[in-house]
């Protein structure tokens, strides 16, 4: 089965979901969206409110720049996969909650399934988290790890893939310093797309923690 069909099935599930209280809250499911045959997907936290209106991820002041930030490397929205790590709206935008990245977590571990990325950007702690205990790593803290190049063994995927953590845009929005980490972030995935075939050494956690 192609992967646009794969995706629309998982979509259909994921419309009709109630795994968790999310779905008392939602307008809309924010599923993702982009290119399913992309090498590079893009993981957020949660939709917010322009989102839940919508029904597309990162469409909001966040999202405007995060668009922005792919553009500036040449790339458009539609060559890359953006998604969410739950696809409903929090309350009030508050942090997800553990059950709720529970539930929702056979949603995305699928979505990465399908697309099979070579590259995925994680935008903010959650789904830095997330990815991060998909390869049975310990998490740590976004300002600790962002930027960083690892190559990564995700339970659910047969090959390594490159993880390159940064802020979420929305942190971005009123803090200057963040922003400037964000775009030295996009320089360092222009790298990555451009040498990813000469990647050859694995880049692991361990191994940035123990020679920096
Ligand atoms: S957030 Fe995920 S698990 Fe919760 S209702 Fe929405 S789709 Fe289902």
Same mark, same amino acid.
């Given at each position: 089965?192609?992967k ?12 009709? /979901? =109630?795994? /968790? ?10 599923f !993702?969206e982009?290119?399913? *045959?992309?090498?590079?997907?893009? &993981? ?10 919508? !029904? ?8 405007? +720049?995060?668009?922005?930030? &792919? ?15 739950l ?16 539930? /929702? =977590?056979?949603? +995305? ?15 903010? =702690? ?17 300002s ?10 995700l339970?659910? +995927? ?8 940064? *802020?979420?845009?929305?942190?971005a929005? *009123? ?12 320089k360092?995935?222009?790298? /990555?797309?451009?040498?990813? &075939?000469? +990647?050859k ?7 940035f923690?123990?020679?920096?």
């Amino acid at each position: 089965m192609s992967k646009e069909k794969q995706l629309e099935e998982l979509r259909r599930v994921v419309l009709e /979901c =109630r795994k /968790c209280k999310l779905w008392q809250y939602r307008r809309n499911v924010v599923f !993702g969206e982009g290119s399913p *045959y992309t090498s590079i997907m893009f &993981i957020g936290e949660a939709p917010g409110e322009k989102e839940d209106l919508s !029904g597309r991820p990162f469409v909001g002041s966040a999202g405007k +720049l995060l668009t922005q930030l &792919i553009n500036s490397i040449g790339l458009r929205r539609e060559d890359v996969y953006i998604t969410n790590v739950l696809k409903c709206r929090p309350p009030e935008n508050r942090d997800p909650e553990p059950d709720e990245i529970e539930a /929702c =977590r056979p949603y +995305l571990e699928k979505q990465i399934e399908i697309i099979q990325p070579e590259i995925i950007v994680t935008l903010g =702690r959650y789904s830095t988290k997330f990815i991060l205990e998909a390869a049975g790593t310990t998490p740590q803290p976004i300002s600790r790890i962002r930027g960083t190049v690892l190559r990564l063994k995700l339970r659910f +995927l047969p090959r390594e893939v490159i993880v390159l953590p940064m *802020y979420h845009p929305a942190a971005a929005l *009123y803090n200057p310093r963040v922003r400037r980490y964000l775009e030295e972030d996009f320089k360092k995935l222009r790298q /990555c797309i451009e040498h990813r &075939i000469a +990647l050859k050494e694995p880049v692991t956690l361990d191994k940035f923690f123990n020679t920096t």
